[in-house]
C-alpha cells in the first residue's frame, strides 16, 4: 500500500528539506497518512504564521499544532521542517518553513522568492528512480492537496510528472535505452496526449545527407534513429512553430577519442536534451498550451571501433558545410548541426536546442543553472522570466565573433568541432552551432551543468539524474502561448 501524503501549500524550494526535527514516537510512522503545512518566519510581533489553510487545519485541533509549534523549538528556518505526532487524524503532521511572507523577486538572485509551488516540489521530492531490481519496487508516497485548489495542483503535478519522466528516461541504463529503446518510449507515451511522433531511420537521414550526424554513428552497432514529433496546440495548425531539438547520444564513450573511464556510466544520460523535449512534448500537451511545437531528436551511441570516425576526418554536413572533426568526443555539436539545419528549412517562431553539450559549462556555473546562448534578446529575456518563476535558473553567455573565428579560422575545412583557442569551450561549442540555423531566431541551452543532481543542490531533487530544465521550457512556452 502507497503512503498518502496531504500537502497544505507548501513551498516547492522549500518541501525537499535538508533536516527535520521529530517530536514524538517513530512507530507512529507505521500509519498510512500524513500532512504537510507551511510556516511563514515571524512577523513584526515575532510570531511564525501558518498558512491560510494551515490555520485553517490548527482551528479544528484546537490550537494544538501552534501550540506544539511554539514548545517545540526556536523559529523555523526556511527548508527545514518539524514533524509531528498524536495530532488528530493523522500519522505524522510536518511543517516547513517558507522563509518571510510576502517575499518577490530577488535580483542577486534571479529568482522568484514568493512563489509556492506545492505540487511540483512534492511530486519532484518524493520521486527517485527504481531500475531493474529483482524485488519488487517500493510504492512512491501519494501525493494530494487537502484542498480544493482548482488548476494549480494539476498543472504542477502535470509539470513535476514530465521532469521525473526526463529523469527516469536519463537514469535508465544505456543497454535498456537504446535509439530504438528511446524513439519507441517517446513515441508510446507521446501518443497518448494527440502529439504525432515519426521515427526515422540511418536511409531518411543518408537521404538528407546529415553526413555530421552520421559521423557519429559509425562506431556503433546501434542503428541511429531521429525523431520528429508535432504538437498542435495554436488554434491555427499553420502558425509557425517552436522547434525543440535535443541532443541525444544514447551513450558516449567519447569514440576514437576515449573518456576516462571514471564516471563514464553517467554518460547514459548523454541523451538528456532529447529527455527533456519529449518530457517538455508531453506536458505542453497535457496542459494544453495554445502553442504549435515541433521537436526533433537526433538519436546514436557514440562508440569506438574499426568503423568509427578518427580524429582528423572530414565530413559534409547536411548544409554544404565541410567539418574537421579533430575530437570525436566533441559529438553533440556534430547531431545537433544536422538537426538545426534541418529545422531552419521550414518557418518556425524560433528554434531552441537543449544538449549536455560540455563539461565546461559545469566548471563555469557548478549545478546552479543551465548556460543560454542566444541571438535574441527578446527570447532570452522570455526564457530568463519563465526560470525566475520556477526556480530552476538560467545564465547567458556571449556569442562574440571571437570565438566563431576560432572554428572557422582553419585551413583544411569550414570549421573544426574545437575551438583552436585555450578555454572558453562553451563558447567555441555556441559558435559552432550557430554556422547551423540560417536566419532562424535561435537559443542554445548547454545543460550540462544540471544534468545529474547529488541530492544536496536542488533539496528536493534526490540524488540522480535531474531532468533540468523542464519546468522552465514548459513556463517559457507558456508564456510564449500567452498563457501563466
Known amino acids: 500500500m502507497a503512503q498518502k501524503l496531504l500537502i497544505l501549500r507548501s513551498s516547492a524550494r522549500a518541501f525537499g528539506v535538508t533536516s527535520a526535527r521529530s517530536f514524538g514516537t517513530s512507530t507512529q510512522l507505521k500509519q498510512k497518512s500524513g500532512l504537510v503545512l507551511g510556516l511563514y518566519a515571524e512577523d513584526e510581533s515575532g510570531q511564525s504564521i501558518l498558512t ?24 523555523l528556518k526556511k527548508g527545514k521542517t518539524r514533524v509531528f505526532f498524536g495530532l488528530p487524524g493523522y500519522s505524522a503532521v510536518a511543517v516547513a518553513g517558507l522563509g518571510k511572507k510576502g517575499l518577490g523577486y530577488n535580483d542577486q538572485e534571479n529568482i522568484n522568492e514568493g512563489l509556492e509551488a506545492a505540487a511540483e516540489g512534492a511530486n519532484l521530492g518524493v520521486w527517485k528512480y527504481q531500475g531493474p531490481k529483482s524485488k519488487k519496487a517500493k510504492p512512491l508516497p501519494v501525493i494530494e492537496p487537502f484542498e480544493k485548489s482548482g488548476t494549480n495542483w494539476s498543472n504542477g503535478v502535470a509539470k513535476a510528472d514530465a521532469q521525473n519522466f526526463a529523469r527516469r528516461l536519463m537514469d535508465t541504463p544505456a543497454n535498456l535505452m537504446t535509439p530504438t529503446i528511446f ?29 555530421s550526424f552520421l559521423s557519429v554513428t559509425r562506431g556503433s552497432d546501434e542503428p541511429p534513429r531521429f525523431l520528429e514529433m508535432s504538437y498542435f496546440g495554436a488554434s491555427n495548425s499553420l502558425s509557425k512553430p517552436v522547434v525543440l531539438v535535443g541532443k541525444g547520444v544514447t551513450f558516449d564513450t567519447g569514440g576514437i577519442s576515449l573518456k576516462p573511464p571514471g564516471k563514464m556510466d553517467e554518460m547514459r544520460a548523454d541523451m538528456g536534451g532529447a529527455a527533456c523535449v519529449v518530457a517538455t512534448l508531453k506536458a505542453a500537451a497535457t496542459l494544453k498550451i495554445p502553442i504549435n511545437i515541433k521537436g526533433l531528436v537526433p538519436l546514436c551511441e557514440n562508440m569506438p571501433s574499426g568503423r568509427a570516425t578518427k580524429p582528423g576526418d572530414v565530413v559534409t554536413a547536411m548544409n554544404g558545410k565541410t567539418i574537421q572533426i579533430d575530437n570525436t568526443d566533441a559529438e553533440g555539436r556534430l547531431i545537433l548541426a544536422d538537426a538545426l539545419w534541418y529545422a531552419a528549412q521550414s518557418p518556425n517562431r524560433v528554434i531552441v536546442d537543449m544538449a549536455t553539450l560540455t563539461g565546461a559549462m559545469t566548471v563555469c556555473l557548478g549545478q546552479a543553472a543551465a548556460g543560454v546562448f542566444s541571438n535574441s534578446n527578446e527570447m532570452w529575456e522570455e526564457l530568463q522570466k519563465a526560470s525566475c518563476q520556477t526556480g530552476d535558473r538560467v545564465w547567458r553567455f556571449p556569442l562574440w565573433n571571437f570565438y566563431t573565428k576560432q572554428i572557422s579560422e582553419i585551413p583544411g575545412a569550414d570549421l573544426n568541432n574545437i575551438g583552436k583557442g585555450p578555454g572558453g569551450g562553451s563558447c567555441t561549442a555556441a559558435a559552432f552551432l550557430k554556422e547551423f540555423v540560417g536566419d532562424s531566431v535561435w537559443m542554445h541551452l548547454d545543460i550540462a551543468s544540471v544534468m545529474s543532481s547529488s541530492g544536496s543542490e536542488v533539496p528536493y531533487i534526490s540524488k540522480g539524474m535531474a531532468g533540468r530544465p523542464v519546468r522552465t521550457l514548459i513556463q517559457f512556452l507558456a508564456q510564449l502561448g500567452g498563457s501563466k
Not at 490548527?58 to 499544532?65: E, W
Not at 524513439?183 to 553526413?211: P, R, T
Open 52 to 75: 491560510p489553510a494551515g490555520k485553517r487545519f490548527d482551528q479544528s485541533v484546537d490550537g494544538q499544532l501552534s501550540k506544539l509549534i511554539q514548545s517545540s523549538g526556536p523559529v
Open 183 to 211: 524513439a519507441q518510449e517517446a513515441a508510446s507515451v507521446l501518443s497518448k496526449v494527440n502529439v504525432e511522433v515519426e521515427i526515422h531511420d540511418q536511409k531518411w537521414a543518408e537521404e538528407k545527407k546529415m553526413g
